[in-house]
């Protein structure tokens, strides 16, 4: 059994901060469930484009409004409290924040909790932990 709290995680490293959000990564690859698990921040007033090619992401929106811009089709989405979406083809996409917006996260594979988004937008394929 797994049990952890946010706030053991808030200010280590495995709170990856960014200019445009802050993911708390609660369950890692490490953790052998299949997926990885993060508690995400988007900050107000920002857009930051990505895309997924190496994962499968769902997202759960419980605080904060804002939108997702689909990027392939031009399509545009409101999300607020109880909004779930799930990037099942690799969509490009911009995630608007309003207002902080915070997301609860799970990608498929999981990620080792060190990757940001690289130039394309994505996390790389795997890292290593590094311990």
Known sequence: MIVRHLEDIVGTDHDIQTPTWNSRRLLLKDANMGFSMHDTLIHAGTETEMCYANHLEAVYCVEGTGSIKNLEDGSEYEIRPGTL???????????????????????????????????????????????
Do not use: W
């Open 85 to 131: 979406y799930a990037l099942t083809n690799h969509e490009r996409h911009i995630l608007i924040g309003k207002t902080q917006m915070r997301m609860i996260c799970v990608f498929n594979p999981p990620v080792t909790g060190r990757e940001v988004h690289d130039e394309t937008g994505a996390y790389p394929a795997e890292l290593e932990v590094s311990t």
